[in-house]
């Protein structure tokens, strides 16, 4: 297969052709190796295929999750996204936390349209596997119960895991609790909870001689820390999330509010605009959505009559047609509420609600808005959003494909993205099964126009 136009890395861009083998890899790149397959013109960006290393798919060995996202439906939203890999966390009903439950999970993602990289738990009783792979340390809870109780506990689980790969979600969880009764979702989950956190991950990494990462990285202050930690040599990577890029406190109203709550909490603008700057300067590594695939009636319950609250509890047992018509429904009285009942309505915003959000679908068309709006080269996004993640994992490949680069010898996988051709998000055009977008309603100025992953078009 030959694929012609204007392919971007993390390192330059070229015009011309790039040839792909049978087996999936990149075997030559130039300017007339012969016929091209594929022809993309001068609106079109080929990036070497992204990768989304912070996802939630919800299957595992239990299945009881399946309503929220199978492995096949997240990879549906992936391909719908331009992403050919995606790293999968570990928060599962029976989470991956030895060598056997990683290999049952893992037997459930073999043959997906993408690939899949999978975390490993940490909890407090857990030791490392035997082969290396990714680790996720939740310091506070979040959601499921893999998590630590304080900075101690977690301490003498990660002295087991010296030098290994450890991904911290940072949000100091003795914080979290006193901050429990505030007001809103942002205050339950404040800043301070996620530099405190920061800094005892960093201690943690430092001491350990671990390879660390931070998850879903929210505040702008906090990557002072960061960059203070990479001056002096740490081996730490950051993540930070589109939807904490695209949106702060100041957009919070009464109608997006359980839509936009999640796990850490959005900042202030200054944070936003620290993000970015930091996404330019290197300090932050990657976007990765955390992708959340909770159902609209999950994201509603707070709005709904006592006897919808209680099928809530069942989802698990519902079919999958009962729960698309249990979506409606809670769509529904949301918007009969609102008008209504404004003030009660109103009064519901700031209850605690399912954190998280479904943003794999969106991920590449979001780079446009980085683009075209913030004013990042195609070099800057192919860094973040192909090669960074691609260093990431390809350090857990057993097999010798390569993710990262538009280059011989790496894999032919590759995100076509028309910059001039916007995509308007509808609920309707999202492939997770979650159903909904926080983007649902705008505009994006360029859409994903191929996938290709190993040699194929998707
Ligand atoms: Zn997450």
């Known amino acids: 297969m030959i694929l012609e136009g204007n392919f971007y890395n993390h390192d330059g861009r070229f015009k011309g052709q790039v040839k792909c083998n049978d087996q999936g890899i990149i075997e030559a790149m130039g300017e007339s190796l012969g016929q091209a397959d594929f022809a993309f013109g001068e609106d079109e960006l080929i990036f070497p295929g992204m990768g989304d290393i912070h996802i939630h798919a919800r299957e595992d060995e239990t299945g009881t999750q399946l309503y929220k996202e ?12 331009g992403v ?18 990683y290999a049952n999970k893992c037997a459930k993602c073999s043959d997906e349209k993408v690939h899949f990289t999978l975390y490993a738990g940490i909890g407090p009783d857990t030791n490392p596997l035997t082969k290396t792979v ?34 911290f979600h940072c949000e100091d969880p003795h914080i979290l609790d006193i901050s429990k009764n505030n007001a809103t979702h942002s205050d339950r989950r404040p800043r301070g909870a996620a530099n405190t956190a920061t800094a ?53 109203d009464d109608d997006n509010k359980p839509w936009l709550q999640m796990n850490p909490a959005f900042r202030d603008e200054i944070d936003r605009k620290g993000l970015l700057a930091g996404l330019l300067d290197g300090t932050v590594d990657y976007i990765a959505t955390d992708h959340a695939p909770h159902r609209i009636c999950e994201k509603l319950g707070r709005y709904q009559p006592i006897e919808i609250q209680k099928k809530l509890s069942g989802l698990s047992s519902m079919s999958l047609e009962e729960i698309a018509e249990l979506d409606e429904i809670c769509l529904k009285n949301f918007e009969e509420l609102k008008k209504n009942d404004p003030e009660f309505f109103s009064s519901l915003a700031d209850v605690n609600g399912v954190s998280g959000t ?53 894999a032919a996988s590759f995100t076509v993205i028309n910059k001039n051709k916007p ?10 099964r979650s159903g909904w977008s926080p983007f649902h309603g705008a505009t994006f100025p360029g859409s994903v126009s191929a996938v290709f992953h190993l040699g194929k078009k998707l």
């Open 423 to 432: 995509w308007t998000v509808d609920n309707n055009d999202i492939q997770s």
């Open 70 to 81: 199978s492995f096949a439906t997240a990879a549906a939203a992936a391909v719908n996204g």
């Open 358 to 410: 479904s943003q794999l679908d969106t991920y590449g068309a979001f780079t446009t808005w980085l683009m075209e709006d913030q004013n990042f080269t195609p070099e800057q996004v192919a860094k973040v959003t192909a090669f960074n993640p691609g260093e990431f994992v390809n350090q857990f490949e057993t097999t010798p494909v390569k993710f990262g680069q538009v280059a011989e010898g790496y």
């Open 200 to 252: 005892f991950a960093l201690y943690l990494i430092e001491k350990y001689e671990l390879k660390g990462k931070l998850c879903h990285f929210s505040t702008g202050d906090g990557l002072e820390l960061v960059r203070a930690a990479k001056a002096r040599g740490v081996s730490v990577t950051v993540e930070t999330t589109p939807q904490q890029l695209y949106w702060d406190t100041s957009v919070l």
């Open 84 to 101: 050919v890999h995606v790293a999968d966390m570990p928060n599962n009903p029976v989470p991956p936390v030895d060598d056997q439950s």
């Open 134 to 167: 990714p680790y996720k340390a939740f310091m506070g809870p979040s959601i499921g119960d893999l998590f630590f109780k304080s900075q101690s506990e977690l301490e003498t689980t990660i002295e087991r895991y010296r030098g290994q790969h450890v991904s």
